[in-house]
């Protein structure tokens, strides 16, 4: 019976156990901030939500081109040695470019707060490069970390985070910090996590360093020059299109609103597309594989094309018809505009998160063109629905209701796309 039970269980190192090792601590990382959120609501005001959605809009919108996208290319090598200097290229990357950042925020810090239209934002600018340099590492050093198939090294990276952002917004919230406090404690949490990773990469692959050279880092930088030449680009429209939302919300409507919007965000969005996310990695790893071995991913993308479903159905579902109230009583009556908003955008949320977790099968096929040609549309797609429902005189849940409507069609018609793509047709 027992023996029964253990072929019951995951493989270890199968897909299935990646999958739950990597969800196990997204679970944990993204409990953390949702536990916690009660508190920040009720001690942070909506205002210091949307100062804070202000800066995170602008690190994330740097992020994904902090590293050339280099990132995605550790995965592809035969050799180790090949994928090494790749990490090493994405880092070097990024701190040329933080540098870079920093000097434009010191040249024109007047007229950049000027354009975001938010004084407070002026001084935190400044913290962008550092901010956008510790995750470029991370990002870089956690792809290394799933090609190795240490996936308990990521998951912890991701609860230390949590766990010190967390620790770090109550106390500055409790002493009237404001915005300051929320921009403090993700500071905080990026520096840890970006910390451990970086402690076990030093501790655990030296045999590996040893590889690292100039001439292998040119040649790997010549081999996967389609990464900064298109995914750059792709990945810069695409995290563009879901932060300029946050900038044209505190222009077009005002800051309060951007708090409700940004509290939806961090309940429901961050948490659905790091399990989103824990699930792609895993199935990137996977897919590389099966590509090489095969010459197409069907298998693995229908296998995972299911899995999301199963998960994404119900639980969004349920949440529709719960989450105003469910909102109202967890973070205060004055936050249940908020759930107004979550209702109105769950079935983006959705659709979002199954196509999303999919949308890598570009990256293991190098179909980068695809993906940029994608996400160009997908940013002109926002801009011109607040644009429009702005000029035409909507209010915000108006704008929510075609937003949501717009951008769910756009998400289906990339599930059919990658679905195209996994089968390798040339």
């Known amino acids: 019976m027992i023996n029964g039970l253990k072929s019951k269980l995951p493989e270890k190192g199968g897909f299935v156990f990646n999958v739950l090792v990597l969800m196990t601590g997204t679970t944990i990382a993204q409990a953390i901030p949702i536990a916690i959120s009660p508190i920040l609501t009720r001690i942070y ?66 007229q950049i707060t000027r354009l975001l239209g938010n004084q407070e934002i002026s001084k935190w600018l400044y913290f962008v490069p550092l901010t956008v340099l510790l995750i470029g590492i991370y990002q870089s050093l956690s792809y290394w970390s799933i090609r190795k198939k240490q996936f308990k090294r990521l998951s912890v990276s991701k609860i230390s985070k ?10 500055l919230g409790f ?42 880092m040119l040649y790997n930088a010549k081999r996967y020059k389609n990464f900064p030449k298109y995914s750059m680009g792709a990945a810069f429209a695409n995290m563009l299109s879901y932060n300029i939302i946050n900038i044209l919300i505190s222009s077009f409507y005002n800051i309060n609103t951007l708090g409700f ?22 199935f990137f790893q996977r897919a590389s594989e099966e590509r090489n071995r095969y ?72 179909k980068q063109k695809i993906s940029l040609s994608w996400q160009i549309g997908l940013l002109v797609l926002s801009i011109l629905t607040i644009f429009i429902c702005n000029y035409l005189g909507f209010n915000f849940d108006v704008f929510l209701k075609y937003f949501t409507a717009v951008l769910s069609m756009y998400y289906l018609l990339l599930l059919f796309i990658v679905a195209h793509v996994s089968k390798g047709v040339k």
Do not use: C, H
């Open 295 to 366: 010459g197409n991913t069907r298998l693995v993308f229908n296998a995972t094309l299911r899995k999301l479903i199963i998960i994404s159905l119900p639980f969004f579902a349920i949440l529709y018809f719960i989450v105003k109230p469910l909102f109202a009583f967890v973070f205060g009556e004055e936050w249940r505009i908020a759930g107004r908003y979550a209702q109105i955008l769950i079935p983006l949320f959705s659709i979002r998160f199954i196509a999303s977790s999919l949308s890598i099968i570009n990256s293991v096929f190098e």
């Open 175 to 216: 002493l009237n910090f404001g915005s300051s406090g929320l921009i403090t404690g993700s500071l905080v949490g990026q520096t840890v996590a970006t910390s451990v990773l970086s402690w076990q990469f030093w501790k655990n692959d030296r045999n590996t360093r040893k590889n690292i050279s100039k001439e292998k």
């Open 261 to 282: 919007y940004s509290l939806v965000n961090r309940v429901l969005v961050m948490p659905s597309s790091l399990i989103g996310s824990s699930i792609s990695q895993v």
């Open 45 to 110: 005001s909506p205002e210091n939500f949307g100062v804070f959605a202000l800066f995170i809009s602008i690190t994330s919108i740097l992020s994904v081109v902090i590293t050339g996208r280099y990132e995605l290319a550790i995965m592809l090598p035969e050799k180790d040695e090949d994928s090494i200097n790749v990490v090493v290229l994405s880092i070097l990357i990024a701190f040329s470019l933080s540098f870079f950042i920093l000097l434009i925020v010191s040249i024109f810090n007047t």
């Open 162 to 171: 949590s766990a010190a952002r967390g620790f770090a917004n109550i106390p």
